[in-house]
């Protein structure tokens, strides 16, 4: 049996995962989570790898996000497998999971076949891609292999030369949070948040929050926060 825990702030989300997942007679929902803090305890609750054998994480978690609570299970239970879902397209959402540990990226609409079999894949410590994140990965390899070291640091350009935090904080401003709203979810002063929207501005080459917010409609980047 697999054991499976998931990781969404929506209870009709959750719901329809486990209707999927109960579909499978070697897979089990043994607990879930509505915050990034309470993926983590019910996590360390459950013993880890010895526990469970998967984490299904949303990216948009309150308290904490998917890509923070990613990081922190890779270097508390490193064994333990995660797969990332998302609303958000595979371009660049999908790489970024991946070079966190993620064993793959899936999006929330996939089919439920695709879901099983990506659920047993990374379950058994495989690496589940779909096309688009073979695409996405492809061209970022693509991009690593014409630069190296601080030539590849200093060609990054757009969403790809953002830090964690600085994504984190483009991704609320894109979807229309305030500095202040965006301060009090992720526990930073306003002008800690204001420095990171001057840099996040700097290297999209957006004027303003309108035109970031056209860069991001553009890029394909801006969903639901589900």
């Known amino acids: 049996m697999i054991r499976v825990l998931i990781g969404d702030d929506h209870r009709i989300v959750r719901e329809g995962l486990k209707q999927v997942l109960a579909d499978a007679p070697d897979v089990g929902v043994l607990a879930e989570a509505q915050s990034g803090p309470e993926v983590l ?23 904490r996000d998917g890509l923070e609570v990613l990081q922190i299970l890779r270097r508390e239970h490193p064994t333990l497998p995660v797969l990332m879902l ?8 999908a790489v970024r999971c991946i070079r ?32 688009a994140t073979a695409e996405a990965l492809a061209t970022a390899v693509g991009g690593v292999a014409v630069r190296s070291g601080a030539a590849a640091l200093a060609g990054a350009r757009g969403v790809d030369a953002l830090s964690h935090r600085e994504h984190q904080v483009f991704r609320l401003l894109t979807a229309g949070r305030t500095v202040s709203e965006i301060g009090a979810q992720l526990k930073l002063a306003p002008n800690t948040v204001s420095t990171y929207r001057a840099r996040i501005l700097e290297k999209t080459g957006a004027k303003n929050d309108v035109e970031l917010a056209l860069y991001a409609e553009r890029l394909g980047r801006v969903g639901p926060q589900t």
Do not use: H
Request: charged residues 15%; without cysteine; aromatic residues 6%.
């Open 41 to 63: 305890e019910r996590v360390a609750a459950l013993g880890g790898a010895s526990g469970l054998d998967l984490v299904l994480l949303d990216i948009a978690m309150p308290g």
């Open 86 to 93: 998302s609303t958000y397209p595979e371009n660049q959402y």
């Open 100 to 131: 966190l540990g993620s064993g793959g990226y899936l999006n929330k609409g996939a089919d439920p076949d695709d879901m099983l079999a990506a659920v047993r894949k990374v379950a058994a410590g495989g690496m589940y891609v779909t096309a």
